[in-house]
């Protein structure tokens, strides 16, 4: 497994693969891994097959916090990360510095970014106004770096996989965007880096973010159901867990990510809650 660091090697390497006609699937994350990336990566090597190659970036984008946020918290191991991407056959780990990704940002030099208008509007974007301006820099600087035939999003950023999507076919990047499925901790909780921050009581109240995806399933399962009184539900529910605070929960069409006044099975639902310092997002088709 190669390590690779600076763009201009990355590309090097990306445009040899290229011309020996091998496939490259790309799976960006911010590292400290777990088995949700992974089956990303399995995804990747599925998508390009034996002959192909899966890079890995680990990169903790500092442009996608906020100044409030937990930057210089995020959890790191380095060490961890790459025993799980020998272990699962990646052949490339691209690991740039901020001076790599952003030539001279720390002398105020820098000055592109990457900003898509319409699906980065609420949820997240509405939480968090400067994180999508991150998350479609970086992810459009990575795209160039790696040159990659398919690059594997997770599902339980549903918007994050809606906006990149459209940011490469609004920006005709030559690859395809796939999203892979949530994967889930045996009591439902979705596998997040962020889990590591949580207290044994926070982590067993956790579970009320899937509790409030099937029981909104339930409640829409035969007839449809008014937003408003939805949203009052999963407030209630949210509310007989101490830790927990409802951020925002939102009931959307899973395209264009527009809300629904109505819930009805396929609607998508999405909710962000915090159990103490701890923001966790998860979604689901209802
Ligand atoms: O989902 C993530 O881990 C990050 O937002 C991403 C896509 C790697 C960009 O930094």
């Not at 590292?31 to 192909?52: C, N």
């Not at 790459?82 to 691209?94: H, K, N, P």
């Not at 990510?257 to 209802?286: Q, S």
């Amino acid at each position: 497994m190669q390590t690779i660091r600076t763009v201009g090697s990355m590309q090097r390497a990306a445009r040899a693969w290229r011309r020996t006609d091998r496939r490259i699937g790309f799976v960006p994350t911010m590292g400290y891994l777990h088995d949700g990336h992974m089956s990303l990566v399995r995804e990747a090597r599925r998508l390009v097959g034996p002959q192909g190659i899966v890079v890995v970036s680990i990169y903790v984008n500092p442009t996608q916090f906020a100044p409030t946020e937990d930057l210089a918290k995020y959890p790191r191991d380095l060490r961890r990360d790459y025993s799980l991407c020998r272990t699962e056959g990646v052949d490339a780990v691209f690991l740039p510095s901020d001076a790599a990704m952003y030539p001279g940002k720390a002398e105020g030099r820098y000055s592109t970014y990457v900003v898509e208008e319409r699906l980065t509007q609420g949820m997240e974007g509405a939480s968090r106004p400067t994180h999508f301006r991150g998350v479609t820099t970086v992810v459009a600087k990575l795209f160039n770096c790696v040159l990659p035939d398919v690059a594997v999003f997770g599902a339980k950023d549903w918007q994050q996989a809606a906006v990149i999507t459209r940011m490469t076919t609004d920006l005709d990047f030559p690859l395809k965007v796939v999203v892979a499925k949530t994967r889930r901790e045996k009591d439902g909780l979705a596998m997040s880096s962020r889990n590591a921050y949580l207290s044994t009581e926070e982590r067993a109240q956790a579970t009320v973010l899937r509790r409030a995806l099937d029981a909104v399933k339930r409640a829409v399962a035969k007839n449809p159901v008014p937003a408003v009184e939805m949203t009052q539900a999963v407030a209630r529910l949210i509310a007989t867990r101490p830790a927990a605070r409802l951020d925002y929960v939102a009931f959307f069409d899973a395209k264009t990510l527009e809300p629904v006044a109505m819930v009805t099975r396929g609607t998508r639902m999405a909710l962000a809650v915090r159990l103490g310092k701890t923001r966790l997002i998860d979604n689901d088709r209802l």
